[in-house]
């Protein structure tokens, strides 16, 4: 975990070079700016979880037989309603939990303390972080098959917006293909496509010769699920950034990453040769 959290560190440097004192003041409103964003969230939610002061739609008229169905159908009305919201309600948690917990590692960062001693954040709201089917660690194996459905339900209209975006990207319109994607993860936080979705907005920015904007995607990726199957590739791709970007030291640590995490995966072998075109000792 430490060693993660100094290569985080290492990239977000690198990504973020050369560091004025003007550069740290911007980093600092930007972190105000993203912890008000957190704080209008959990307000929209509260108001969510507020009353109403409708009684619904249930209709105790008529005979026995006609007061049972209708009992029947307010029920699984309210028990599906009960469901979407009990799923939204952990993506908000896991997303803002994995929010804050980057804010206190920048804040420490930029305060020069040691981000090794962070300890684990607590669980936006209390309570124990809701568990993704997707967060099991993966097996030393080729994990950048990206076209596996997520094993988690979608909300209304996220897989078609995360399909427009790949259909922008087949057809080469990189530019098209990184708003959408920029979007899909501003609308949909959380969603389990969210680690793909930042490794192909990568690949469309790297595509269209913006390297850095692409380092940080990649970053963002293998941060949205650092045990995922896009890992292993969100990973080697930013390393490779890094080098193309001049930051050597740190893409070696990087590349050297992806061979220790990811043995045996293909993003491991190609981070090897990677190594050896950067002369990395």
């Avoid at 793909?196 to 920015?205: C, E, F, I, P, V």
């Amino acid at each position: 975990m430490h060693r993660i959290a100094v290569l985080i560190l290492t990239a977000t440097l690198a990504l973020s070079a050369p560091a004025h004192a003007q550069d740290k003041t911007e980093t600092l409103a930007d972190i105000r700016q993203e912890l008000s964003v957190l704080y209008v969230e959990l307000q929209k939610l509260k108001r969510e979880l507020s009353t109403t002061g409708s009684a619904g739609q249930l209709n105790i008229s008529g005979s026995v037989l006609d007061r049972v169905g209708s009992i029947e159908s307010e029920l699984q009305r309210l028990t599906a309603r009960s469901e979407e919201m009990q799923l939204r309600i952990d993506r908000v948690v896991t997303d803002g939990t994995n929010r804050v917990g980057d804010l206190e590692f920048r804040l420490v960062e930029l305060e020069g303390g040691d981000t090794s001693k962070l300890g684990e954040t607590s669980t936006l709201g209390g309570g124990d972080m809701p568990q993704s089917n997707g967060a099991s660690m993966i097996q030393p194996t080729d994990t950048t098959d990206t076209t596996a459905a997520p094993s988690e339900p979608l909300a209304v209209g996220e897989k078609a917006d995360f399909d427009a975006a790949e259909a922008a990207m087949t057809a080469g319109d990189n530019a098209d293909a990184a708003q959408k994607y920029a979007s899909f993860v501003a609308t949909y936080p959380g969603s389990p496509l969210a680690a793909r979705a930042y490794l192909a907005r990568g690949k469309a920015l790297e595509a269209g010769g913006d390297m850095k904007q692409a380092a940080k995607s990649y970053l963002d990726g293998f941060s949205a699920d650092k045990a995922g199957p896009e890992a292993p590739e969100a990973l080697f791709r930013l390393g490779r950034a890094l080098g193309q970007l001049g930051q050597r030291e740190a893409a070696c640590q990087t590349l050297s990453e992806v061979e220790t995490r990811f043995a045996g995966s293909a993003p491991a072998n190609e981070a090897r040769s990677e190594m050896q075109t950067l002369a990395c000792q």
